[in-house]
């Protein structure tokens, strides 16, 4: 499933607009405070209903350019166009949009019956624009930084929502996975195989029963730590079951060969790694042409990694589920992401045709338990 790359923001933009407007607000408080006070200094007189309506024309003219500056630069961040170009842009509109806003306050003032602006011609002209555009520019500039550091505050909340969303979906879908672990013909196919013993061998009966709930209960157990590592003595526990019980089922039909390094006892694995490989094995390796069947199941160190190699002399893959083999099977697809989930990328697992048979390979490093010197 693909994601989108771009996120949505919230459309609403209340929280950031009062922000904006409460900032605005301050910095025309104290330009009101600055101009009090320089009057007070040339010992002038104030004319405090033109100083307000002055203050309350910037004010209002303020606000409507800095909406219009958010919405705009949130246009951008939607676009997701590149760093060099936003900044030229915003650098060309803060140069226009400062001219423009110095000439709205001029001419509002004018309508409303403060100083005439066409007063100043040639050099004053150019010298009055010089003298306030600055600050406007610098408005721009602050309002374009406080929107971007607003959405991608946001944004980055967003990420670690989703992030955390589908970790949860990945983990249920694991945990799904893991319960089902077990192939349902197996458990039937067992259950057959019990009730037929029940007649013949009442004792092994008994014990396929053992290692039956045992199994069960071990991968029900390890389906709350399916993200987790266990020492690989407890995951070959598991496994020794299922070839128990197995073996019982086909008797001199399956033959399991184990080469287990004795050091790895300790050597921490993902739960349930093995057994899903052992199982595809059998399900898939017995054919009319293939009725006896031998699994390997050699597990080895190597350069600080654990090389685990499961094979089989049976049927094998198909030509054409070769390169596919990852999106057909579905424990092997699990299992596939789950290392990718646990290791990132410092782990191999391959599946190839032996002709005869298959032979799973995986690569991952050695992770030892607490407690051991590995």
Not at 290 to 312: A, C, E, F
Request: overall charge negative; aromatic content about 10%; glycine content about 4%.
């Amino acid at each position: 499933m693909s994601m989108s790359k771009r996120i949505k923001l919230d459309s609403s933009n209340t929280w950031l607009t009062f922000s904006i407007v409460a900032l605005y607000s301050v910095i025309q408080a104290f330009t009101l405070l600055r101009i009090y006070s320089q009057y007070q200094l040339d010992e002038m007189e104030i004319n405090w209903p033109e100083l307000l309506q002055d203050r309350v024309i910037s004010w209002l003219i303020g606000l409507t350019f800095i909406i219009i500056i958010v919405q705009t630069t949130r246009r951008f961040l939607l676009e997701n166009k590149a760093w060099s170009r936003i900044v030229l842009i915003h650098f060309i509109f803060a140069l226009i949009t400062s001219v423009i806003w110095y000439s709205c306050i001029l001419l509002l003032s004018y309508l409303l019956g403060s100083e005439d602006p066409f007063l100043y011609t040639g050099k004053n002209m150019l010298f009055s624009y010089l003298m306030n555009t600055d600050k406007l520019f610098l408005l721009y500039l602050v309002t374009v930084s406080f929107t971007y550091s607003y959405y991608y505050f946001q944004r980055d909340s967003v990420n670690k929502i989703q992030r955390s969303e589908i970790q949860s979906q990945l983990l249920e879908t694991k945990l799904k996975v893991l319960q089902s672990q077990l192939h349902p013909h197996f458990l039937f196919n067992t259950l057959n195989s019990i009730a037929s013993l029940m007649d013949i061998d009442v004792k092994r009966a008994k014990e396929m029963v053992a290692d039956l709930g045992d199994l069960l209960r071990q991968v029900l157990d390890n389906s709350d730590k399916q993200m987790n590592l266990v020492p690989l003595a407890e995951e070959l526990e598991v496994l020794q079951k299922y070839v128990r019980i197995e073996k019982t089922r086909f008797s001199e039909d399956l033959e399991v060969e184990w080469q287990i390094d004795s050091d790895l006892a300790q050597v921490k694995i993902p739960s349930l790694l093995l057994q899903p490989l052992v199982e595809n094995a059998i399900q898939h390796g017995f054919s009319r042409e293939h009725p006896q069947l031998k699994i390997g199941i050699h597990l080895s160190r190597s350069n600080g990694h654990m090389q685990i190699n499961i094979t089989d002399n049976g049927k094998g893959l198909h030509p054409d589920l070769e390169d596919k083999i990852f999106h057909k099977g579905m424990g092997l697809s699990n299992t596939f992401a789950r290392l990718k989930s646990l290791y990132g990328d410092q782990f191999v697992f391959s599946v190839e045709n032996l002709y005869p048979g298959v032979r799973n390979f995986i690569e991952i490093p050695c992770v030892p338990a607490v407690g051991t010197n590995n």
